[in-house]
C-alpha cells in the first residue's frame, strides 16, 4: 500500500519560535497533499491543501502566514507553524493523494505531536 | 455546508461480537467512500473503501454497505478482537472529502 511518512513525530517548542513538519510519500508520486488538525478525541480539521508546484488552498479561518505550506516537489510537502503560541499545540497530520488514481485514496501519515510551552 | 453524521460515538462489545458503525452524508455529489482506523497517537489508516457503483464491499472480517438512495453507509466487523479497538472515522467523498466525527470501539476480552 500508500505508505507516507512525518517528521518530527513529536515536537516542544518554545513560544514565539516556528516549527517545521515534514510530510514525504514514500512509494507513491503525492500530486495533492492535505495537512489536518485534530484536537483530542475529536475529528479531522482540514487547514488546507496542496498540488505540486502550487500555492496551497486554505480553508476558511486557517491563517496562511502563520501555517506556510510548500509542496515543492511530488513526494514531499511542509508545514511550517511560524510564531507559535500554546493554542497551536495540537495534533498535526498530512495525508497524500495522487490524481491519477480513480477516487484520489488519500493516505495519512503518521501525525505530528507540537506542544508550545 | 456539506456533513457526515457517524452513529454511535462510541461502541462497545464483547470479543467475539460483531460491530456496526452507521454514517450519513448530505452532499448527493459523493461517490467515494473510505473508512479510516485511528489508533492512540497514530494517524488514521486506511482500511476499507467503496465506490458509488458497488453496495457492498467485504474484506475478511469488515464489510462496508452503501445505500445511495438513502446517502447511508456502514462498516461492519464480525467477530471483533481487541486489536479492533480504535477510532474508527468514516469519510464522504465529492469535491471534498467530508469526515465523520469518529467512533471509539472497545473490544472487550
Redesign the interface.
Known sequence: ?AV?S?HPSRVICKSGTSVKIECRSLDFQATTMFWYRQFP????M?MATSNEGSKATYEQGVEKDKFLINHASLTLSTLTVTSAHPEDSSFY?C?ASNRGW??????????T?LTVT | GENVEQHPSTLSVQEGDSAVIKCTYSDSAS??F?W?KQEL??????II?I?SNVGEKKDQRIAVTLNKTAKHFSLHITETQPEDSAVY?CAA?GF??I????T?LFVKA
Request: glycine share 16%; proline share 7%; hydrophobic share 20%.
Open positions: 500500500g507516507v512525518q478525541k475529536q475529528s479531522l482540514l497530520i495525508s480513480d477516487h484520489y485514496e488519500q493516505y495519512f501519515g503518521p501525525g505531536r | 461517490n467515494y473510505p479510516y497517537g497514530k494517524g488514521p489508516q486506511l473503501d465506490r472515522f467523498k471534498k472529502t469526515f465523520g466525527a469518529g471509539r
